[in-house]
Every structure is written in structure tokens, then in C-alpha cells.
């Protein structure tokens, strides 16, 4: 019994003391930075240089300082997945190429914003093809000497297309959507392989057909960018609030970049908009007990006079 009065001290203390350490050493991690755009893409003769800008945006309460970092990144075959690295291999790349204005440091006032200019200059010894890069934008808090700083980094993707010897073709590895929907939207799946050497948007549509083969919408297929070797699934999706009944067919059509139009085999889908069947046939019953029920109770007679 004389142990008892020291453990509970003790675990009280303790907790106690978590308590405390929890609310002395709680530090807001939250930075908070965002930037427009997230990705460029630019075609460049060698010798030549373009330009754009950057908003960069600080979401948080404090001053921020703001380090920008340019690095390569390679697309990893046959997925959707990137590699940053610190440089490509080449004679030159991207990293080499980009310069920012006003720097690769500045200061961002609370709820501050400013304007980067980025600018992409190909060497003459540029290579024909895609070139991949990534601008780092990392932010942390400003704070007094031996506190901690907590910081979060955002990236803007960069995708340079050096004309020659490239190719932007693709294939078709599927198409698919959901067998059967009760309403809109309707949602389509594509899975494409870019069997190019550059990175590559495919664009194109999916025509939707009903069961008497009336065109009833034509949804298009477009921003999403698939890089040399990469497999991705796109999305598209029919978003409609018309009541949908019946057999539909979708057919979808993608050109290339050389032209080529890619098609797959057609997906159909039925619509049958159960709850309003449901709600139909409760009616229905319902109907049937309230006359089955006055039936009963009323008694109606039909005189005739003469």
C-alpha cells in the first residue's frame, strides 16, 4: 500500500507534464504557398528563348522567405511517375536553361504576392525532342534564432519541345465505362501509352449515341499530358441532368500528333433510373390500398327514378 501514493504522484505528474510540454513546444506548421500556373509547355528553336511569369502567393499569416530551385526530371516507362533529378543526361537541359527574374530568393509579406518571370533560352547545341524540368518553390517561416522553421515546397512543372526528329504518337491500350448507370454523370476511362519522344496531350471526343442512334452529347478529351514511355489513364465524363432511359453507345476518337486518329472499340451502357421505378411501384400499391380500403368503408348506392 505505501507504493501506491508515489506511482499515482508520479503518473499524475507525468500527465501533467505532457500536458504542458504539448503546449509549450506546439508549433503551427502550416506555411502556406501556392502557384500559377502549375505547369508550362513551350516549343523552341535552338537559339531561341521565350518568356512567361509565375504568380507565387503567400496563403499564410507571416513573412516567408522563398528559395526557387531548377531541376530535371525523367518520366519512368510504361507509368505516370516522374523522377526529379538533379540533372538529365545531355549535352545540355533545362536547368541549364532557365533563368528567373527577380532571382532564386525573395522575401513574401503576409498574405503577399509577387510576379516571377521565368525565361527558357535553348542553346544552339540544343537535342530534337522533349526536355522536362521542375522549378522548386520552397517556403519557410522567418523566425528568431533557434526556433524552429517549418517549410512546404510546391512545384511547376516545365515542358520543352525542341523540333527535329520527334515523334508525338500514341496508342489506344483501352476504353471502358460503367455498364449500367440510374443517372448522369457518366464517367469514361482511356488508357494511353505516348510511343513518341515528346511529351504529348492527346485530344479528341467521345460521340454518345442512344438506342435509336441519335447523337445526344459529344464530350471532349483534353489537359492531360502523357510523357514519352508513359501509360495514363485519362478521364472524361458526360455531365447531364436530362433523365436517362435505355441502350447508349460511346465511340471515342483521339488524333496524334502526326495525324493519326486512334480509335478503340465501342463501350455501351444502360440507363435505367431505378428510384423512379421504385417510387412508381410504391405509388401504384399504394393506390390499390386506398380504393381496396374505401371499398370497404363506403357504400355507394345508384337510384334511378322513373
Not at 511547376?156 to 504518337?169: A, E, N, R, W
Amino acid at each position: 500500500m505505501k507504493l501506491d501514493y508515489p506511482i499515482k504522484f508520479l503518473a499524475v505528474f507525468g500527465l501533467l507534464f505532457v500536458c504542458f510540454g504539448l503546449s509549450v513546444f506546439h508549433v503551427d506548421a502550416s506555411v502556406g504557398l501556392t502557384i500559377e500556373p502549375v505547369k508550362v509547355s513551350h516549343t523552341i528553336n535552338p537559339g531561341d528563348s521565350v518568356s512567361g511569369k509565375i504568380q507565387v502567393i503567400n496563403r499564410s499569416d507571416e513573412p516567408v522567405k522563398v528559395e526557387v530551385n531548377i531541376k530535371d526530371f525523367v518520366p519512368l516507362k510504361g507509368t505516370v511517375t516522374i523522377q526529379i533529378i538533379e540533372r538529365a543526361e545531355g549535352v545540355t537541359t533545362v536547368k541549364d536553361w532557365v533563368t528567373l527574374d527577380p532571382g532564386y530568393t525573395f522575401i513574401l509579406p503576409e498574405n503577399g504576392s509577387k510576379q516571377v518571370t521565368y525565361t527558357i533560352n535553348a542553346p544552339n547545341n540544343a537535342e530534337p525532342g522533349g526536355h522536362f524540368g521542375v522549378a522548386l518553390f520552397k517556403a519557410n517561416k522567418i523566425v528568431e534564432e533557434g526556433q524552429l522553421k517549418i517549410g512546404t515546397e510546391l512545384g511547376m512543372l516545365i515542358f520543352v519541345t525542341i523540333p527535329g526528329s520527334h515523334l508525338q504518337k500514341g496508342d489506344l491500350l483501352g476504353f471502358s465505362s460503367e455498364k449500367f448507370v440510374q443517372k448522369g454523370p457518366v464517367n469514361f476511362n482511356v488508357d494511353f501509352e505516348n510511343t513518341g519522344t515528346v511529351h504529348f496531350e492527346p485530344k479528341g471526343t467521345i460521340r454518345i449515341t442512344n438506342i435509336f442512334g441519335k447523337e445526344v452529347a459529344n464530350i471532349p478529351i483534353s489537359g492531360q499530358i502523357v510523357l514519352p514511355g508513359g501509360v495514363r489513364t485519362l478521364f472524361a465524363s458526360w455531365q447531364t441532368a436530362s433523365l436517362l432511359l435505355g441502350r447508349y453507345k460511346a465511340e471515342i476518337n483521339i488524333k496524334d500528333g502526326e495525324g493519326n486518329v486512334l480509335t478503340a472499340t465501342a463501350v455501351t451502357f444502360y440507363a435505367f433510373p431505378l428510384w423512379y421505378l421504385v417510387s412508381f411501384i410504391l405509388c401504384v400499391v399504394v393506390l390499390f390500398f386506398v380504393l381496396k380500403f374505401l371499398k370497404k368503408k363506403l357504400n355507394i348506392s345508384i337510384s334511378i327514378n322513373k
